[in-house]
């Protein structure tokens, strides 16, 4: 009786992340998965039995560390409007590199596709929706949001260096001149 083979989930998406990254979404493929992986195609279906499904746990790999922020944020001050885009803008200016680089290349090469945009349109919905954006609060909230998300498109798709020091300074006048 041989041992049983354990497949690394993390590497897979990792070995995913790079085909993405390097061929485009168009090239992903369970075997170029595996390939990448240096597994068979049979343990990449193992671990993930439908490429929806390791689409899926890509997208749910790079938002999950930006959540974990988030949430710890709102456990301390309480869950209002203003304070889920505060945590929005903390979890992102926390987050680092994996959700600016790598996760925009991912989003940029999937979103062509309708059903993987709905829940990027859900999760925004959410948060603009729950704001009172006939008051100064809400204007605020909705402005640091989009200023949020306007400095992780410059910096995701490289379209002007921001440096780390950069990065954190941008989200502290995020959070001082809009969300005091």
Not at 80 to 91: D, F
Not at 130 to 139: I, M, Y
Request: hydrophobic letters at 45%; one cysteine or more.
């Amino acid at each position: 009786m041989g041992r049983k083979q354990t497949i690394d989930r993390g590497a897979l998406l990792d070995a995913a992340e790079r085909v993405v990254l390097r061929d485009g979404a168009g090239q992903l493929t369970m075997d170029a998965v595996a390939a990448e992986a240096g597994v068979s195609k049979g343990g990449v279906l193992y671990a993930f039995p439908s490429k929806d499904a390791l689409i899926d746990a890509i997208f749910g790999r790079v938002f999950a560390a930006m959540d974990a922020i988030a949430a710890e944020f709102l456990a301390k001050a309480g869950e209002t409007p203003q304070n889920r885009v505060r945590a929005h803008v903390l979890g992102s200016q926390g987050a680092g590199d994996l959700v600016t680089e790598r996760s925009l290349a991912l989003i940029a090469n999937f979103m062509r596709s309708p059903q993987y945009r709905q829940g990027a349109q859900d999760y925004y919905r959410a948060i603009l929706g729950q704001l009172d954006v006939t008051t100064e609060t809400g204007r605020r909230a909705r402005l640091a949001l989009l200023a949020c998300e306007g400095a992780l498109m410059l910096r995701g798709f490289d379209f002007h260096p921001l440096s780390d020091a950069d990065w954190e300074a941008i989200h502290q006048d995020i959070l001082a001149l809009l969300l005091p």
